[in-house]
């Protein structure tokens, strides 16, 4: 029998082939329903890793200078994301404030560094501690962590201010706007690429056991197991 780290399953009907190392810029297809099983992550392991950490600097710059600067017959104010929190704290708003730290700073962040965390070590070589662990972590985090809507919502209420006062960015508006074209691309990344590109890591493996016996193959959702073939390749543009 093949042993469970050379096998992958659909995630769309449940068949099992053997995984193999894929070339460059191509994924694997499932044969049966045409679902994507994996693809070659190894060069955009890179890319995500140099934006990953890019994120992480535009965040801290996005939290620790103003957002916009309102100018209203002379008198000036001026906030950032934290001190808009705190007023909404000290204005009896605690839910909304609470809300507004969980979705727009606590999550966020800690997507970033959770993927920095797995990130750097599998580009060096190796899988990190607790990395199963980590992965589901971020799966978890990544629907409430809500850049782009308060960056919607921060644009809104700017173009209402313009009749009030006069409406100056800062550089944390910019930063906003830059994390939120970071994000877009982060969240598309699918983590489970990284599952699979950390099974093809070096690591001690047993030999291989005689193939499946073609008669025993109901599909592995219903207790049984695909026969274990090759899925196929397709090379992307």
């Known amino acids: 029998m093949n042993e469970p780290d050379d096998l992958i399953a659909c995630h769309e009907c449940d068949a099992l082939f053997n995984r193999r190392t894929l070339p460059r810029r191509t994924t694997a297809i499932c044969p049966r329903c045409g679902d994507t099983l994996y693809y070659n992550v190894s060069k955009n392991l890179d890319k995500i890793c140099a934006l990953t950490l890019a994120a992480v600097f535009t965040f801290l710059i996005a939290q620790g200078f103003p957002i916009v600067e309102l100018d209203a017959n002379g008198i000036t104010s001026q906030t950032t994301l934290i001190g808009a929190i705190v007023a909404l704290w000290s204005e009896d708003m605690q839910v909304v404030a609470i809300i507004v730290f969980f979705s727009t700073i606590l999550f966020p ?3 970033l560094i959770a993927l920095l965390y797995v990130l750097i070590p599998l580009r060096a070589g190796f899988v990190p501690p607790a990395f199963n662990e980590v992965l589901r972590a971020i799966g978890f985090v990544r629907p409430w962590g809500m850049i782009e809507v308060f960056m919607l919502g921060v ?31 982060v969240v598309s990344f699918d983590p489970r690429a990284l599952w699979d590109y950390a099974d093809r890591l070096p690591r001690r493996r047993t030999p291989p056991g005689p193939a499946l016996d073609e008669r025993h193959a109901p599909e592995a959702g219903r207790g049984g197991l695909e026969r274990a073939t090759p899925p196929a390749t397709r090379r992307e543009s």
Do not use: D, N, Q, Y
Not at 160 to 180: H, N, Q, W
């Open 155 to 185: 644009l809104v209420t700017l173009v209402k201010m313009v009749s009030l006062a006069r409406v100056i960015p800062e550089a944390a508006l910019f930063a906003f706007g830059a994390l939120t074209l970071m994000f877009a691309v």
């Open 109 to 111: 962040l800690t997507e």
